[in-house]
Structures are given as C-alpha cells and as structure tokens.
C-alpha cells in the first residue's frame, strides 16, 4: 500500500546519483533526522543497512530490489509489518527524475499509513531536494 511518492527532475547523471545513493555513511547530507548510518559489506540485495535516527535507538535492515545505477529500496520491518523506502533513477528520454516512494505492507499496514501519511509527504520533497543538489555540485 503506497502512502506516498514523490518525483523530481535533475540534470545529474545517473552514475553521480547512484554513487551518493550508495555513500551510505554520508545519507545525512539528503535524509533528515539520520545521526549516522552505516552498510555491513557491499550496496547488494540482503546487505544489511544500519541507522540511527536523533532520538531513536539504532535499526538496522537490508537492502532489496538492488540494480545498479536504477533503483534500490530499503526494506524494514516493523511489527505486524513492513515498510519500502523506494529509490529510482528514471530515465524517460532526456529527461532523468529522481523517485523516492514508501509503501507498507502487513496487518497493521492501514493503521501505519494513516499515522506516517502526513510527514512522509512533508519530507519527501525536502529529500528529493537535498538529493538533487548534491548530485547536481
């Protein structure tokens, strides 16, 4: 179930965008609220993906749907479900855009969505923002 996505337009290559996707240690610099983050061996589907968020203890979770240079979602699990931070490089003839998505899955899933809708929505562009100026420096 989608609770939201958000799309944006950049003039960065595809390469420059994925390599700051995959600077893990550095995903403070475009995510808000990360304290630090950290990878456990190479940017691969099942890689696990630490993060500590200020004010919140440490998570960690793997990566899935992993595709060199185009897309890549952060799969955590919470309880009685599950939710995909999306990251795609879309390429529709000249024109690159950035996508970022989240979507939730489970039984509590509704009960999530309604509680997240509102600041997913607020902070996504924010991301998408911070995203396309480092990638266009």
């Known amino acids: 179930m989608l609770i939201n996505e958000f799309s ?5 290559s595809e390469a420059k965008i994925w390599q700051i996707f995959t600077d893990v240690e550095n995903w403070k610099e ?3 609220g990360i304290e630090y983050s950290t990878i456990d ?8 993906v630490t993060i500590k968020n200020i004010n919140k203890p440490k998570s960690s ?7 060199v240079n185009k897309a890549f979602t952060l799969h955590v699990k ?3 479900s599950k939710v995909d931070f ?4 879309v390429k529709d003839g000249d024109v690159l855009n950035i996508r970022l998505a989240v979507e939730v899955s489970g039984t509590l899933a509704f009960l999530i969505k309604t509680i997240f809708r509102k600041s997913v929505a607020k902070s996504l562009p924010i991301v998408a923002k911070k995203l396309v100026e480092l990638a266009e420096k």
């Open 41 to 48: 061996g190479n940017f691969e589907n099942g890689t696990l």
């Open 61 to 67: 979770s793997p990566l899935k749907d992993v595709v």
């Open 30 to 32: 475009w995510i808000d």
């Open 78 to 80: 919470m309880p009685l």
């Open 8 to 12: 944006v337009e950049t003039k960065a």
């Open 86 to 89: 999306i990251h795609e490089i």
